[in-house]
C-alpha cells in the first residue's frame, strides 16, 4: 500500500496559526481528503474534509493544491485544547483502499 | 445523535484465547468500518461493510479475525486464536458516506494479549 505521510511532531504557542500538511502521493481520483483529530484513549474526531483547493469551517481550513498529491490543515489561534495527534484519511489510488496518514503530534504551549 | 458504541472498552486475554468485539454504529449510516490501531500508530482499516457486504477486507488477517454486520446494523469482530501481536485498540466507525468522507468514531476497545 502507498504510504501517507506526516511531520512526526509539531510545536506551537497559544495563538499561533499551525499548519500541518500531509504527502499522498497516490490518491484515488474521486475520493476526498479528511483530517481528524485524536486525543489519548478516545477514537479520531472529524475535523475537516475537502476534494480540491480550499475548504473552511468553524473550526480549521483545508487546502489541497489541483494535484491533489498533499493537503494542509491550518488551524487558527491554537490553544492548550488543541494538543492531540492529527492524521489525514485518503482513498489510495488504484485501489480506492482507505490509508490513515502517520500522525502529527501537536504540542500547543502556554 | 447518540455515537458510535462499543464494548468492552477494555479486554485481557492470554494468547490463543479467543475474543469478540462489538459495534453499534449511528442509526441510518449505511457504511461500517473496523479499524486496528497500534500503540503509536494511524488506525488501519481491518474491514469495510457497506449496509451488511463486506466492500473491503483485504487487510483482515482471515486466518484469525472475522466480522459479520447481520441486518445491516451492529458488527461484531472476532478473533480467535489472538496472537501477541494483536495487542491494539479496534475502533469502530461508521459513515452516511462510503470513502474518506466524514466517519465517526467508536471509544474503542483497548485489547491486551499476553
Known amino acids: 500500500l502507498a504510504k501517507t505521510t506526516q511531520p512526526i511532531s509539531m510545536d506551537s504557542y497559544e495563538g499561533q496559526e499551525v499548519n500541518i500538511t500531509c504527502s499522498h502521493n497516490n490518491i484515488a481520483t474521486n475520493d476526498y481528503i479528511t483530517w481528524y483529530q485524536q486525543f489519548p484513549s478516545q477514537g479520531p474526531r472529524f475535523i475537516i474534509q475537502?476534494?480540491?483547493t480550499k475548504v473552511t469551517n468553524e473550526v480549521a481550513s483545508l487546502f489541497i493544491p489541483a494535484d491533489r498529491k498533499s493537503s494542509t490543515l491550518s488551524l487558527p489561534r491554537v490553544s492548550l485544547s488543541d494538543t492531540a495527534v492529527y492524521y489525514c484519511l485518503v482513498g489510495e489510488g488504484w485501489t480506492d483502499k482507505l490509508i490513515f496518514g502517520t500522525g502529527t503530534r501537536l504540542q500547543v504551549f502556554p | 445523535e447518540a455515537g458510535v458504541a462499543q464494548s468492552p472498552r477494555y479486554k485481557i486475554i492470554e494468547k490463543r484465547q479467543s475474543v469478540a468485539f462489538w459495534c453499534n454504529p449511528i442509526s441510518g449510516h449505511a457504511t461500517l468500518y473496523w479499524y486496528q490501531q497500534i500503540l503509536g500508530q494511524g488506525p488501519k482499516l481491518l474491514i469495510q461493510f457497506q449496509n451488511n457486504g463486506v466492500v473491503d477486507d483485504s487487510q483482515l488477517p482471515k486466518d484469525r479475525f472475522s466480522a459479520e454486520r447481520l441486518k445491516g446494523v451492529d458488527s461484531t469482530l472476532k478473533i480467535q486464536p489472538a496472537k501477541l501481536e494483536d495487542s491494539a485498540v479496534y475502533l469502530c466507525?461508521?459513515?452516511?458516506?462510503?470513502?474518506?468522507?466524514?466517519?465517526?468514531f467508536g471509544p474503542g476497545t483497548r485489547l491486551t494479549v499476553t
Open positions: 475537502g476534494y480540491k
Open positions: 466507525a461508521s459513515s452516511r458516506v462510503a470513502g474518506a468522507y466524514e466517519q465517526y
